[in-house]
């Protein structure tokens, strides 16, 4: 079947064309079927099931003002290795092509005495540029210091119970060797490796939902992130409660448990890092006209804004997550679990505040981050990725706990980096700069412009109008 007569037929966008249509009928008839624009807003059935070639022209014709031009650009993108540019077909449903960032390194993070150059998977211009200086600033002070404050993840079976709160206890108490045991077979190889079921406990929530029991389980998942192996754990949990709630004298008479759903948490604030750098107050570059000391002061009181202001809270944090998402995403974690378990965890006192701290005493600048992150160096897309596999290898092959440490030192320096310039000179003179190049990339300029302008705003305040001004100056030749 040809493409116009597969997406005519497998969709509900154009009728169905009559049997016997040749390929430039029915070009013909999709065509003009397209102008019609009631039909255009219908929903389209079996998109899936299209061969990619298919979908990317379905998408050009129907969604674009320059159908060719979007095919070219979409196939522009993909692998010239066919075999790895079906590896990243697979990753999802209906992919049309790659989607890239630029994968930088940031290197000199002296990390507990060891030298790492981070590598950093991000769009924003300034984020790797800040890392770099922030780790060189920080190596000849010391470097950073972390250390893991644990590593158990969460999984809940949240379900109803709408009879007796004490049966239910015993009942509990009574199927937990069942659980554990049922479990075995899905814990077995994570339990050679020192991990599996920490505890599982009854929690009652009736308080905030009538009826509403959740069945806590506490997880150690080693090098792994661990959330199918949780995820498993806790469906085979549900089957058995269900099974044993069904027979079990405890709740003999009791109405039935009814499971409403089985699944990992990803606030994990007991998988949480530390990572601090400290200095002599006086050892901090002086600058933008104050001396080191009165540095570390405006340090301090920016990071107390952070913490007692939600609105400048939420941009330092961002701020943070800057670093932590980019190495979290060159090695292959999720960095929306990452996200929603950091942020829950700022927000741990029932205001947003701030991850890090910092503090002067006895003439010492301390500056420190904890943040929960739950992440994997095996499994998943750390050893399907091959850039992600690279990562890794640059970063020495980390355990999981190695690269909390390492991306939370990440989160740290970029924090740093931002707070340094904010309470100085501002942010903008280092930002313009890393975003001249894009600047002049959207003005079309060519290497040798390009050159003369980096040199020419080495002395000069990058803004976008100064930079179309200047390259007016430099093409006109005045
Ligand atoms: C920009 O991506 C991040 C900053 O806004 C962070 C901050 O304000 O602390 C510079």
Not at 61 to 81: F, G, I, V
Not at 122 to 139: D, M, N, P
């Amino acid at each position: 079947m040809n493409i116009l007569s597969e997406i005519a037929c497998s969709t509900t966008f154009y009728s169905r064309p009559k049997p016997g249509l040749r390929a430039r009928q029915l070009q013909r008839f999709c065509v003009s079927l397209k102008l019609q624009k009631n039909e255009m807003s219908q929903p389209v059935e079996g998109f899936s099931k299209l061969s990619k070639e298919s979908k990317i022209r379905f998408i050009a014709e129907r969604y674009t003002a320059h159908p060719e031009q979007t095919e070219n650009l979409l196939r522009q993108y993909w692998n010239t290795d066919a075999r790895l540019q079906q590896l990243h077909d697979e990753f999802i449903e209906n992919t049309l092509s790659n989607f890239y960032l630029p994968l930088g390194v940031a290197p000199n993070f002296l990390i507990n005495g060891e030298l790492y150059a981070i590598p950093m998977a991000i769009e924003e211009s300034s984020v790797v540029a800040a890392a770099g200086k922030s780790a060189k600033y920080w190596l000849e002070r010391g470097g950073f210091n972390t250390r893991v404050l644990g590593t158990e993840k969460i999984g809940q079976v949240h379900f109803y119970f709408p009879g007796n709160r004490e049966k239910l206890g015993r009942f509990i108490e009574a199927v937990k060797p069942i659980l554990l045991q049922d479990a075995q077979p899905i814990t077995r190889n994570m339990v050679r490796r020192g991990g599996g079921i920490l505890g599982v406990e009854l929690r009652d929530k009736t308080q905030a939902m009538e009826g509403y029991y959740q069945l806590h389980g506490r997880f150690e998942t080693r090098d792994a992130m661990g959330a199918n192996f949780i995820n498993s754990c806790l469906e085979q949990f549900s089957a058995t409660l269900l099974r044993e709630a069904a027979v079990h004298p405890a709740l003999a008479g009791e109405p039935p448990l009814e499971i409403l759903m089985s699944i990992l948490s990803n606030y994990v604030p007991d998988c949480r890092v530390r990572a601090e750098v400290s200095c002599p107050a006086s050892a901090l570059e002086a600058e933008g006209g104050l001396s080191g000391p009165q540095v570390a002061q405006r340090l301090v009181q920016a990071v107390q804004v952070a913490d007692c202001e939600p609105y400048r809270a939420v941009t330092h944090n961002k701020g943070i997550m800057n670093g932590i998402d980019a190495v979290v995403i060159a090695t292959g974690n999720d960095f929306r679990a990452v996200e929603a378990g950091v942020h829950a965890y700022a927000a741990r006192s029932g205001t947003y505040r701030s991850l890090t701290g910092a503090s002067v005493e006895d003439g010492v600048f301390r500056f420190w981050l904890e943040v929960p992150l739950a992440l994997g160096t095996v499994g998943g897309l750390t050893t399907l990725h091959p850039l992600v596999r690279l990562a890794l290898e640059i970063l020495g092959k980390p355990s999981a706990p190695e690269l909390m440490q390492i991306v939370a030192a990440a989160g740290l320096a970029q924090n740093f980096a931002a707070l340094r310039s904010l309470v100085t000179v501002g942010i903008q003179r280092g930002h313009m700069k890393m975003h001249l190049l894009n600047i002049l990339n959207q003005l079309g300029a060519n290497e040798g412009e390009k050159l003369a302008m980096v040199a020419f705003f080495k002395t000069h305040t990058v803004s976008h109008n100064a930079v179309v001004d200047h390259l007016k100056t430099l093409r006109s030749g005045t």
